[in-house]
Structure formats: C-alpha cells, structure tokens
C-alpha cells in the first residue's frame, strides 16, 4: 500500500455526528492510512533513536457516548502500549495534523526526566527550532509556538511536569489541514521523519530514566 497523505474529507470526519457514525468514518478513512505510516515509519524510526519502536493505532474503545476529536497512531519501545512510555505521534484534529513527542500523565518517569530535562534545559531551549510548539495537555488542540517563548519558559514546563502528578509535556508541529504537503504521501513522510529527528534529542535525554 502506498501512503497518500491526508484529505479534507478525513478532517471532516470529526464533523460527523454520533459515536458509531464518526467511528465508523474513521475506521474507513483515517485508520488505513494511521495503520500504513505507522508501518512505513517504524524501521527508520527505531534506526533513528537506536531501539526498536512499535506502532500502536488508537482504537478509541472505551469510548461509549461522545465520538473522538482526535486520532492518532504512537510510536513506542514497548509492543503492548505506548501512554506509560516517552512516545512519537502522528494525528489529527479537526484543524490540523500533529507530529508529537509526548510523555503524558500515565509515564512513571515522567518526573526523572523533567529533573534530568532541566539540566539541559539551555540547550533544549536552543535546539527546539521556532516553528514547533508544545503542549501540555494532549486532550486539547491547541499549542504554545517556540517562537513565543523565553528559555524560562521551557522551564517552568519542566518544573510543572516534574511536580505536577498529572502534567504532561509534549513537543513536536502542527500542520494546518489545508497545507498542500498533507496531500503528498513522500513528502509528508519526510517532513515527518525530519520532525521526528529534530525531536530525538528528548527521546533520548528519557533513555536516561528509563525504569
């Protein structure tokens, strides 16, 4: 299967009303090409941080009344799962395409790579370019831009994640739905793999707290 990028009509999914109606879209539309990227990405993927990584498409399948405003498919080094580990992501919202590294609230050592994080915390500053952004909460769409922020800034993200027990941190880009590049499967994947590469210097910095 070749990967052809991402349509306007795969954003709208997120339009459709119902739990079984938008889940029954995404299956058809968005979970194909999740599952195709998160196949064509896993080799250069664990080539670039030096471990094997497995893909984990989101089933949504606890989910029994409000539909999903978001999907995605995660990279991690554990075959079982993906939310208790530092992780790579690729998904979409309604208005824009996300390319992540994430830790999110169920990691364990989420707090020992904020302690380790905020050592290096000049040099993250400096090597984080100005059009990504972060997040801490990967239930809401929107981002803080690099461009924005001052070094503490960085920091003060770091401190939350280190003593705050649900914090989160996540870094990566958005891609509005209507950017050209969606629509190119090779050059989506390379803008990806560049992100993903841009980003593996935090992957690795957690390498350093594994358990």
Not at 174 to 186: E, K, N, Q, S, V
Request: proline letters at 5%; a neutral charge.
């Amino acid at each position: 299967m070749t990967f052809t990028g991402f349509t306007q009509q795969d954003f709208d999914v997120f339009h459709i009303e119902g739990l079984d109606e938008r889940m029954a879209a995404l299956i058809k539309l968005i979970r194909p090409k999740l599952e195709e990227l998160g196949t064509r990405l896993q080799k250069p993927l664990s080539e670039l941080v030096g471990e094997e990584m497995f893909p984990h498409v989101a089933k949504h399948a606890r989910r029994t009344v409000n539909p999903p405003n978001d999907t995605w498919v995660a990279w991690a080094n554990n075959k079982r799962g993906y939310k208790q580990h530092p992780h790579f992501q690729v998904g979409m919202w309604e208005s824009h395409l996300f390319v992540w590294f994430a830790l999110i609230y169920e990691c364990p050592t989420k707090q020992d790579f904020a302690k380790v994080a905020l050592k290096e915390a000049a040099t993250i500053y400096k090597q984080i370019p100005d059009s990504f952004v972060w997040s801490i909460d990967h239930m809401r769409p929107e981002a803080i831009p690099q461009s924005e922020l001052k070094q503490k800034d960085v920091k003060e993200m770091l401190i939350r994640l280190r003593d705050v027990k649900k914090a989160e941190l996540l870094c990566g880009i958005h891609i509005d739905r209507h950017d050209p590049i969606l629509t190119d499967g090779a050059a989506l994947e390379d803008k990806i793999l560049d992100t993903f590469e841009q980003l593996s210097a935090l992957y690795k910095l957690s390498l350093r707290v594994r358990v």
